[in-house]
């Protein structure tokens, strides 16, 4: 059996997804490179990538124990928020009058930037961890919210009028239907949290903080320590991306009937 | 039509009720998709309701299923004196599916939804009958269309209930399947009472034992026509296409076709 329509083999195009991400990342160091050798920008503005790789491994000990910080800040707040934003969608699915006092809150809680927030929470919870979690927990509880909102008030009518044939209580209705119907909504709402609640964390440490790396970035920033910054930027995005993929991988296998984790079926 | 030979395959609990459904009134905005509107199901019988998009078939299925939500009335009595209400089970034209439940867990859905143990092995006969025994662990996205509306009619018959109303239950489907459908439905469902909501004049002759046409706004319901013999019937016998040739007449814009007389029983 032949086709006419040339295709790529399996093995490469496994191949072309494991190499893709480190193309990139090469293209990307070179360019980087690139431009300090063309501008012949000073190391104080902008290191060289050899530069920044050398304090990554010399001043190992300090960003590890900093990143700590922010990793734990990032993780408790992702899930303090998405709990939170669970815990307001689902009573505003089914009662209507909630729906109508809580949502003008939740649009003007919005209005509000959060920049603006940080001082008053860290005036508020103090200097340790707590203000930085409230901040990840605030910056993500929008986006969870709507979404899971938005899934457990769309659900299927036809599954609802079929349920309530089947004498369905209102209870079982919301766990056995409207529920996991939502999963996908809150899901997709949870992944845009994962990307954004380590913003929160940093935005937190800038304001007031005596650790973690948005105060470490600070803290040498003053000192004109760019390839300290750098590092602690670049730590930051490894993290951000190692936790995005683990929160992914984990939501596709837990809702294996999405449409978008199926593979194609005929 | 009453024939005095078992046909074979009955249901299990054949229905001993008969319905009447008087003054039913469904209004949607202020206007009245129907009004004094009767409707009589003997017990056990298969009827089918034929009409134009939108002339309100579904909704008078919705209407006794109990799930029209706003300006409605009208009488439903059984005649065994118990409410009707309970005691239908519902299948619609798209399967309903849950995406996250196999074909056996949707099956097994009504059980789960009262907080009852579902019959497993009652579940396992019902997915043989409708042959889905192999694909009973699979999710729905994995099923052709014809399957997933195999397993609807499972989960339907799971039920058990006295009444079922279908609504359009296989103009989604290819030719083929529709007609292995029908039969299917026809075995399964003899001895309950049935409406099936159709826009399909020879399924509603194939599997009716009283065929009636909704039409007009408001709608009103056309006198019954009853194809003889059992069903599911030859759809190339002469009788089921002259009757054909005159519910295409009833449903037509043709306004003569009105001369037939209204409001049924």
Redesign the interface.
């Known amino acids: 059996m032949s086709t006419p329509v040339k295709r790529t083999p399996l093995s490469e195009r496994r191949l072309l997804k494991i190499a893709r991400p480190i193309i990139i990342i090469v293209a990307l160091i070179a360019t980087w490179q690139l431009t300090v050798t063309l501008t012949g920008a000073p190391k104080y503005m902008l290191p060289t990538p050899v530069d920044v790789w050398h304090t990554l491994i010399t001043r190992y000990a300090v960003l590890f124990d900093h990143a700590r910080y922010t990793i734990a800040e990032t993780v408790i707040g992702l899930f303090a928020g998405a709990t939170l934003g669970a815990l307001a969608a689902i009573p505003m699915a089914l009662f209507t009058p909630v729906r109508f006092w809580l949502m003008p809150i939740l649009l003007v809680s919005q209005a509000i930037p959060f920049f603006a927030l940080a001082p008053l929470l860290v005036l508020w919870l103090g200097f340790g961890l707590a203000s930085k979690i409230a901040m990840a927990a605030l910056i993500i509880f929008f986006p969870v919210t709507v979404a899971f909102f938005d899934g457990l008030a769309r659900t299927?009518p036809?599954?609802l009028?079929?349920?309530?044939?089947?004498?369905?209580?209102r209870w079982?209705?919301l766990t056995?239907?409207r529920l996991?119907?939502a999963?996908p909504a809150f899901a997709s709402g949870f992944r845009v949290a994962t990307a954004v609640a380590p913003i929160g964390a940093v935005i937190g440490e800038w304001v007031g903080s005596s650790h973690g790396l948005g105060y470490l970035m600070l803290h040498a920033n003053a000192r004109v320590q760019i390839d300290m910054v750098f590092a602690c930027l670049l730590i930051l995005c490894a993290f951000s991306i190692t936790q995005y993929f683990i929160v992914d991988r984990v939501l596709r296998a837990a809702?294996?009937?999405q449409?978008d984790s199926?593979t194609p079926?005929? | 039509m009453t024939d005095t030979d078992i046909p074979p395959h009955s249901a299990p609990n054949p229905t001993q009720f008969d319905i009447d459904l008087r003054s039913a009134r469904v209004a949607f905005g202020g206007v009245d998709i129907f009004h004094d509107l009767d409707l009589g199901l003997p017990a056990g019988s298969f009827t089918c309701l034929l009409g134009p998009s939108g002339v309100g078939k579904s909704t008078l299925l919705?209407f006794l299923?109990?799930?029209v939500e706003g300006d409605v009335s009208g009488n439903i009595t059984c005649s065994d004196g118990v409410p009707l209400k309970?005691r239908?089970?519902?299948m619609?034209q798209?399967d309903?599916l849950?995406?996250?439940r196999t074909v056996r867990e949707n099956v097994e859905?009504?059980a789960?939804?009262?907080?009852q143990r579902p019959d497993h092995d009652k579940a396992d006969r019902l997915i043989a009958e409708v042959g889905l025994s192999n694909a009973a662990h699979l999710?729905?996205?994995?099923l052709?269309g014809g399957m997933k509306q195999r397993a609807a009619l499972a989960r339907t018959l799971m039920?058990d209930r006295p009444v079922v109303l279908m609504d359009e239950p296989f103009s989604a489907l290819d030719p083929v399947n529709r007609l292995r459908l029908q039969e299917l439905a026809a075995r399964v469902l003899r001895g309950k009472t049935v409406l099936l909501v159709t826009h399909d004049p020879l399924e509603a002759l194939r599997l009716g034992d009283f065929v009636h046409v909704l039409r007009g706004s408001p709608a009103r319901l056309q006198d019954a026509i009853t194809p003889a013999g059992h069903s599911p019937r030859d759809i190339t016998d002469a009788d089921i296409l002259r009757q054909q040739a005159q519910l295409l007449r009833q449903l037509g814009t043709n306004e003569t076709a009105a001369a037939v007389p209204e409001n049924a029983q």
């Open positions: 299927e036809g599954w009028d079929l349920a309530r044939t089947m004498g369905a209580s079982r209705l056995h239907i996991p119907a999963l809702l294996p009937w449409p199926l079926v005929r | 919705r299923a109990d799930l309970g239908i089970a519902y619609a798209q309903l849950l995406p996250w859905l009504g789960s939804l009262r907080g999710r729905p996205a994995e052709s039920e």
